[in-house]
């Protein structure tokens, strides 16, 4: 099913089950909220730039949206009106924006910095100076209360949460990581990279993955999605949507070919029998997951990893490396804090 989103630059969009919605993040300046497959039903005039980043709150109730103009907005999706706005919510443009717990959400920008906000507080609580470029993607381990994060500087961060630092953080890659999700329970984290290798890391030894998926293409992995702690659905520079396996790794079937253009968005339906995709095209394509991961799947390449095909480390505790890594290619890193307590200093409320 195809639907014309009708604006150029599409770059996020998220579902969400509380009024059966598809929001849309994109440009100009606007968040578009959709009837899921039917019409759009609600237009708001967010920010002064392009909206990069959304992500519904309050069960639904709340829509948050971040921006290069460095504000963040929380807007009722019934009525459209303002909840809350911060306008200087980082010093740069921010691109990332993730759910944490029921009050907390994080944000990412492009200079590296990532915040948790108390929703409930309508502040800012931690702060980590984390990575020298952009912030790619983030993701949550709840259990250990730790925020992991990819960036374009080639490293994967652990930001504790709890001791309010960066707590890990790999050596350098060989490229730009550019997607992250958590993997075999919690055991594994999975990157994809530039260059269209998936990196493995085993919880707890951050500072060199343990194994490397090179089979997927030389395109870049600029987004992915876990299906089970088995599998996750890739979204390449190519157009091209995969199923892949982690552990043993290998590509269990292409999902569908989105266009020509990199694949930017993934994202489920609330209840997982539809998956939806973004390009520049300005086209979001929903495909049903039940039909295709229920037909025939191509089995290939079955054995191409570098380093252990199964899963031989045994370390159910999440215990992470306290050593964050130093350059391993002779670059000269920026002194990252380990993160300041901002406290209740920066009040959502503040600029209405």
């Known amino acids: 099913?195809?639907?014309?989103?009708?604006?150029?630059?599409?770059?996020?969009?998220?579902?969400?089950?509380?009024?059966?919605?598809?929001?849309?993040?994109?440009?100009?300046?606007?968040?578009?909220?959709?009837?899921?497959?039917?019409?759009?039903?609600?237009?708001?005039?967010?920010?002064?730039?392009?909206?990069?980043?959304?992500?519904?709150?309050?069960?639904?109730?709340?829509?948050l949206t971040g921006s290069p103009d460095c504000s963040i907005l929380a807007t009722d999706v019934e009525t459209g009106s303002a909840i809350a706005r911060l306008d200087n919510a980082h010093d740069?443009?921010?691109?990332?924006?993730?759910?944490?717990?029921?009050?907390?959400?994080?944000?990412?920008?492009?200079?590296?910095?990532?915040?948790?906000?108390?929703?409930?507080?309508?502040?800012?609580?931690n702060s980590f100076e984390a990575h020298e470029e952009y912030i790619s993607d983030m993701t949550f381990a709840s259990d250990a209360m730790k925020l992991l994060a990819t960036s374009g500087d080639g490293t994967l961060s652990v930001c504790n949460l709890r001791q309010n630092k960066v707590q890990a953080q790999s050596e350098f890659s060989e490229d730009e990581l550019l997607s992250v999700v958590l993997m075999k329970n919690g055991r594994k984290v999975v990157c994809g990279s530039q260059n269209g290798i998936l990196l493995l890391y085993s919880w707890g030894c951050f500072k060199d993955c343990s194994d490397r998926f090179v089979d997927l293409s030389s395109n870049s992995i600029d987004t992915m999605?876990?299906?089970?702690?088995?599998?996750?659905?890739?979204?390449?520079?190519?157009?091209?949507?995969?199923?892949?396996?982690?552990?043993?790794?290998?590509?269990?079937q292409p999902i569908a070919e989105h266009s020509e253009y990199p694949v930017e968005c993934l994202a489920f339906s609330h209840n997982k029998?539809?998956?939806?995709?973004?390009?520049?095209?300005?086209?979001?394509?929903?495909?049903?997951?039940?039909?295709?991961?229920?037909?025939?799947?191509?089995?290939?390449?079955?054995?191409?990893?570098?380093?252990?095909?199964?899963?031989?480390?045994?370390?159910d505790e999440m215990d992470v490396d306290n050593n964050?890594?130093?350059?391993?290619?002779?670059?000269?890193?920026?002194?990252?804090?380990?993160?300041?307590?901002?406290?209740?200093?920066n009040s959502f409320y503040a600029d209405l």
């Not at 999605?225 to 269990?252: A, C, F, H, Q, W």
Request: hydrophobic residues 35%; glycine residues 8%.
């Open 92 to 125: 740069a443009p921010i691109n990332r924006l993730i759910n944490l717990t029921e009050s907390t959400v994080a944000s990412g920008d492009d200079e590296g910095c990532i915040k948790v906000w108390d929703i409930r507080e309508r502040s800012c609580c």
């Open 324 to 345: 964050r890594s130093k350059s391993s290619k002779g670059k000269k890193r920026k002194n990252a804090s380990n993160g300041h307590n901002v406290g209740h200093s």
């Open 225 to 252: 999605l876990k299906l089970d702690e088995d599998r996750i659905i890739t979204g390449s520079e190519n157009g091209m949507i995969n199923l892949v396996g982690i552990l043993p790794n290998r590509i269990i």
């Open 273 to 315: 029998k539809f998956l939806g995709s973004i390009a520049h095209d300005q086209i979001l394509k929903l495909w049903d997951l039940d039909n295709i991961l229920q037909g025939p799947s191509t089995q290939r390449n079955e054995t191409a990893v570098i380093g252990n095909e199964v899963d031989s480390d045994n370390e």
């Open 1 to 63: 099913m195809l639907m014309n989103i009708g604006f150029i630059g599409v770059s996020n969009f998220v579902f969400h089950h509380y009024i059966n919605t598809l929001d849309d993040a994109c440009s100009p300046n606007i968040a578009v909220t959709f009837i899921f497959l039917n019409s759009r039903v609600l237009e708001v005039h967010a920010h002064t730039e392009s909206c990069r980043a959304a992500r519904f709150i309050n069960g639904g109730r709340g829509l």
